[in-house]
């Protein structure tokens, strides 16, 4: 544990509490430090210097009221009874793990899944206590705020336990019961903050230690934010381009991002079908799309809930778990993972959530969002289908997003990645009562707009 704080691995402001003594389990431990060093190896743990700025969110309203009882859900856990912290700053410092009682949440449940991922393994009873009462406590935070939300690193914590986080590598699957309640959690960060886009495509330069050296301690986070500024959009003179931005603001908090002026005007999209809009329908930002509830993200491929089914999906012409990265990786990356979708137009063979990356040859990976689309093709309920530019595909758009119609997965298959891992790929077929693929869609002048939205921020 002394390694791991030089390391700069293990906070160190937290007091250890001797109030909780554990006397029923006595698991065998796995070295701290070993298990540490995997997870900053795999990437899995953001830090202040290189944690991606692509996607932020922005305070909420004071009036917004959650939409979904996080705690209602959080007690089907059937965790053993114990008194947790509900404000963000005692949550980051409370001992979940008594063994490890500095750590951070964020880190106990990275440390955890890297031990599953690498045992082939399930959750120990002790694990199982320890993550539950950390989901727990987050579900009871009274409401989300950006501050809290980055203080806590709820969206990787989320993204973690739902088995999407695409750093991790191999099979892994927390119980449903977690996923529900960080589904229940990911549904109110929805509704409570907003979700912006960032404008400038440059990934941030790292400022962390080079590798083999430890640096210096990281210091804690400031919990103050930087007063946040909106401005108009550069004045375009054009009727189509005042319709497609219409409700979205420049906000120039840290990197300059799009945001929508005000969240009332957002439609959901936890909604099946055409949801109110066109085939054809093109937008030049994924928030333009997320404001009208064409899809639920500005990032991520598939728009989905647990049990209920999958929405929404974006085609790019190649891997969707790839659509968060800057587009100066995705070049890079372009073409790489075209053995695992194809796209034929009114036929799409789509896979889920790391296939790419999977190297387990029986198991693939069951994220939430591949149990969604199974959901979806046991219902046999419609996915709205949007393609990205990007691919190459010749269905995709050359610039922006495009909303193709109406779709239903007719069939899924094992398949096997370039690793020779297995992972799930689905079949969809085409809804034949709706209008054809619109491919001339964008128009001249909504690719002009889209080039000069590009060069102007």
Not at 27 to 46: I, K
Not at 93 to 103: G, I, K, V
Not at 137 to 159: G, H, M, P, R, Y
Not at 237 to 258: C, K, P, T
Request: glycine share 6%.
């Amino acid at each position: 544990m002394d390694q791991a704080e030089k390391m700069g691995l293990m906070p160190t402001d937290a007091a250890a509490s001797n109030e909780h003594k554990d006397t029923k389990l006595a698991a065998a431990r796995t070295p701290v430090v070993d298990t540490m060093a995997e997870v900053e190896e795999l990437g899995l743990m953001p830090t202040e210097a290189t944690a991606c700025d692509e996607h932020k969110h922005t305070e909420p309203d004071a009036a917004r009221t959650p939409v979904v009882d996080t705690v209602a859900e959080a007690e089907k856990m059937d965790l053993e009874p114990i008194d947790l912290p509900n404000e963000p700053e005692k949550i980051l410092t409370f001992p979940f793990d008594l063994r490890s009682p500095t750590m951070r949440p964020d880190r106990l449940i990275a440390k955890t899944t890297v031990q599953m991922v690498r045992d082939k393994r399930q959750l120990t009873t002790k694990e199982y206590q320890t993550i539950g009462n950390i989901l727990k406590a987050l579900s009871s935070i009274a409401i989300f705020t950006t501050e809290n939300v980055k203080l806590l690193e709820i969206d990787w914590v989320v993204s973690c336990i739902l088995g999407e986080n695409p750093r991790v590598r191999g099979p892994y699957e927390f119980p449903e019961s977690f996923q529900k309640v960080v589904l229940g959690i990911q549904a109110r960060l929805e509704d409570e903050v907003s979700v912006v886009e960032v404008a400038n495509e440059t990934p941030p330069t790292s400022t962390s230690p080079p590798p083999g050296t430890t640096g210096k301690k990281r210091k804690r986070r400031n919990s103050t934010l930087a007063r946040s500024t909106t401005r108009e959009l550069p004045d375009i003179q054009s009727v189509s381009y005042r319709g497609l931005m219409r409700g979205i603001v420049i906000s120039d908090e840290g990197n300059a991002s799009y945001k929508l002026a005000d969240r009332s005007t957002r439609v959901p999209a936890n909604v099946f079908g055409h949801n109110g809009l066109q085939v054809g329908d093109w937008w030049p930002k994924w928030i333009c799309a997320l404001r009208d509830g064409a899809h639920g993200r500005t990032q991520g491929g598939i728009y989905s809930r647990l049990g209920v089914g999958a929405f929404s999906i974006v085609v790019s012409g190649k891997s969707h778990c790839f659509l968060t990265l800057p587009i100066t990786v995705l070049i890079k990356l372009a073409g790489l993972y075209d053995d695992l979708d194809q796209d034929y137009g009114n036929t799409l063979y789509y896979s889920g959530n790391k296939s790419h990356d999977n190297e387990d040859p029986d198991q693939p990976c069951m994220t939430s969002a591949i149990k969604a689309l199974q959901q979806s093709r046991a219902d046999r309920r419609p996915i709205r289908v949007l393609r990205t530019s990007g691919g190459k595909a010749r269905h995709c758009p050359a610039k922006g997003l495009r909303y193709d119609g109406l779709y239903r997965i007719v069939d899924n298959e094992l398949a096997k990645n370039r690793k020779g891992g297995a992972y799930i790929r689905f079949q969809l077929v085409r809804d034949t009562n709706q209008p054809n693929i619109d491919l001339s869609r964008p128009s001249q002048e909504e690719r002009e707009i889209f080039d000069r939205l590009k060069s102007s921020i």
